[in-house]
Antibody, heavy 126, light 107 residues
């Protein structure tokens, strides 16, 4: 059974760097094709994909936030860490991590997020 | 970046009636589309992938259709537990993007 859980500060000040940890179980980020993604959701607003890291350490970032984001993994600890620099009040959101499912047929590979953490609300305020 | 547009923003449906949600992509995404359900205070839950395949454990009253740029999520007989916000998300290329969501409520 796959589980994920986000952890980190609930409050950060403007201009500070946010560091969030996703601790997971039920799969290994050393295994081929595994990946973990990060998302955020401001209160009452839509989901936004932020970043993703693959088993082979390849990384993808949202183009609008790439200069502020960094995603890393520690497969031995079953953790993925997201850092976001220069936090602003508009960055107040619930942050989620999720397991990327890869299911392939002979013609196509489907890549969606099948297991999600419970989310952690991060407020940005002085 | 592919823009995903969902309609309507809010859908009010009587119990047992059909709910039809739409999602449009700004360019063709073939069938690289997933639907998620999100209830208040909860994480998203995958419903549909590949535009029409139900994810594990999803009831048969949920169905997806479409390809290219036009997609539909149908709840054939709305139950009270289906009240939620529904998001479409493409995985055709980078960046992955979501629609703004459709809130389904009981009439």
């Amino acid at each position: 059974q796959i589980t994920l859980k986000e952890s980190g500060p609930t409050l950060v000040k403007p201009t500070q760097t946010l560091t969030l940890t996703c601790t997971f179980s039920g799969f290994s980020l050393n295994a081929n094709w595994e990946a973990v993604g990060w998302f955020r959701q401001p209160p009452g607003k839509a989901l936004e994909w932020l970043a993703l890291i693959y088993w082979n350490n390849e990384k993808r970032y949202s183009p609008s936030l790439t200069s502020r984001l960094s995603i890393t993994k520690d497969a031995s600890k079953n953790q993925v860490v997201l850092t976001m620099t220069n936090m602003d009040p508009v960055d107040t959101a619930t942050f989620y991590c999720a397991h990327r499912m890869r299911y392939c047929t002979p013609t196509i590979c489907h890549k969606f997020f099948d297991y999600w953490g419970q989310g952690t609300l991060v407020a940005v305020s002085s | 970046e592919i823009v995903m547009t969902q309609s309507p923003a809010t859908l009010s449906v009587s119990p047992g009636e059909r709910a039809t949600l739409s999602c449009r992509a700004s360019q063709s995404i073939d069938s690289n589309l997933a639907w998620y359900q999100q209830k208040p205070g909860q994480a998203p839950r995958p419903l549909i992938y590949g535009a029409s395949a139900r994810a594990t454990g999803i009831p048969a009253r949920f169905s997806g259709s479409g390809s290219g740029t036009e997609f539909t999520l149908t709840i054939s007989s709305l139950q009270s537990e289906d009240c939620a916000v529904y998001y479409c998300q493409h995985y055709h290329n980078w960046p992955r993007t979501f629609g703004q969501g459709t809130k389904v409520e009981i009439k």
